[in-house]
């Protein structure tokens, strides 16, 4: 008689560590915090990737659940200007203007599971879940499909922190981080289960905010909340275990992390100073205004040649672009040069500040890039380039110690190769286990 074994169907896992870099995770391989992490990294590739740009949440989440470019999703910033005008709107799901992996699995008969996915609010239809991660303000339009809602709810689940109120009180930031924390493994019991699903992602987002606040405590004994710092990376190393776990034996793999990834989205580095590049423009005759005291850039003057957007996106004030633009197309390319010029001689205490200035056909493609910002400025490590047009300082502290890189991220798989990824790239690689 002739036995025929089960065929297992194809599945993935996907663990997101916003904004954890590589080199800090491999510290904390070497101290023993994130031990299960570190035993699991030994069986795959564990590998550099680098991040969209600008390296922002919104920017590099939309580029990996895209697989494309912010010149083909559309998404370049947390927020954007309306046409023909002044105006910034908040940028949201509707935004992102290709389908996402989950829509093409969905297209194939395959079901999701999305949980706490940045820049997915309001939750859209799929075939499966999804709960909508950083940017999401109202979790009865965060959720899809609406019947878990009140599962939810009974569970006390928190979309995020109350960043104003842990911002001025480190210990509400750490409660709340593990609240969160808890909200996601909640969120994992919860669906593990209850839903049929072939790709099953969990983006876990407290790691981003804590190292934006308590950068400077990770590897500082004497810092009062270093103990409680690396509690919360145990924590996390314990859940990624328990996923993993259950992944292996979901897909009776016992040892092997087949369809297994987890990833960041960018990487993270000490924060020096914030530098207000509008205060620079305005230093240098390219920026004025109407009012002495500008509330927003509809007060910007026909004079202006160019502006800032968060975080260093340049746009030139062009004719028939914006309302009260002068700069003819003729004038664009040289304006361009000089600004780049000399944004690349800037220096702080006779620290370079900026690393490159792209132009937005070197880094974008797709047919939306002419809405893109005609430069975006990529600092060095350690200034972080802020928008801001009535500060006026041009470089000034903040509270908080760490900032995003657009390099150090990284990806774990059990097949990857050896040289650096892009974040792009990583959707091609998931939809092929399908």
Request: charged share 25%.
């Amino acid at each position: 008689m002739v036995l025929f074994k089960k065929k297992i169907k194809p599945r993935v896992c996907l663990i997101g560590l916003d904004g954890v870099p590589l080199s800090m995770l491999k510290h904390f391989f070497q101290k023993g915090i994130m031990p299960e992490f570190a035993e699991l990294a030994l069986q795959g590739s564990l590998v550099p990737m680098s991040s969209a740009i600008p390296e922002i949440s919104a920017v590099s989440w939309t580029s990996f659940m895209t697989g494309t470019n912010p010149g083909t999703h559309g998404v370049f910033g947390f927020t954007d200007i309306l046409p023909q005008s002044y105006e910034l709107k908040y940028m949201n799901f509707n935004d992102c203007k290709v389908l996402t992996i989950w829509d093409r699995l969905g297209s194939l008969g395959k079901r999701s599971v999305i949980i706490n996915q940045p820049a997915t609010y309001p939750a859209r239809k799929l075939s499966g879940v999804l709960i909508s991660g950083f940017g999401a303000s109202d979790l009865f339009k965060a959720v899809y499909p609406a019947k878990y809602i009140r599962p939810l709810r009974r569970r006390d689940y928190q979309i995020d922190i109350v960043q104003i109120r842990a911002s001025e009180d480190y210990q509400v930031l750490m409660s709340d981080l593990k609240r969160t924390l808890q909200s996601r493994k909640d969120a994992v019991d919860l669906l593990w289960t209850s839903e049929k699903w072939d790709y099953f992602e969990l983006i876990i987002t407290g790691t981003d905010r804590l190292l934006h606040y308590l950068w400077a405590a990770l590897d500082d004994q004497d810092h009062p909340l270093y103990p409680e710092v690396l509690a919360y990376f145990r924590e996390l190393d314990q859940l990624i275990s328990d996923v993993v776990h259950r992944f292996q034996k979901l897909t009776n793999q016992k040892e092997t992390i087949n369809g297994l990834f987890i990833l960041s989205d960018h990487g993270f580095c000490t924060l020096e100073h914030e530098v207000y590049l509008n205060t620079w423009l305005k230093n240098e005759g390219l920026l004025s205004y109407s009012r002495d005291a500008p509330h927003s850039l509809l007060d910007v003057s026909p004079e202006t040649q160019a502006f800032i957007l968060d975080p260093g996106r340049l746009y030139i004030n062009r004719k028939g672009k914006f309302p009260r633009g002068e700069v003819r197309e003729a004038q664009v390319e040289k304006i361009k040069k000089q600004i780049k010029a000399k944004l690349m001689t800037l220096e702080y205490d006779q620290k370079k500040v900026v690393q490159n200035v792209f132009d937005k056909s070197e880094i974008y493609s797709g047919q939306l890039v002419e809405q893109a910002p005609d430069l975006i400025i990529e600092s060095q490590p350690g200034f972080n380039m802020k928008g801001a047009l009535n500060e006026p300082h041009l470089f000034k502290g903040t509270s908080a110690t760490g900032m995003h890189t657009g390099a150090g991220a990284f990806c774990f798989n059990d097949d990857l190769p050896d040289e650096s990824l892009h974040i792009d790239q990583l959707a091609q690689k998931i939809l092929r286990y399908f």
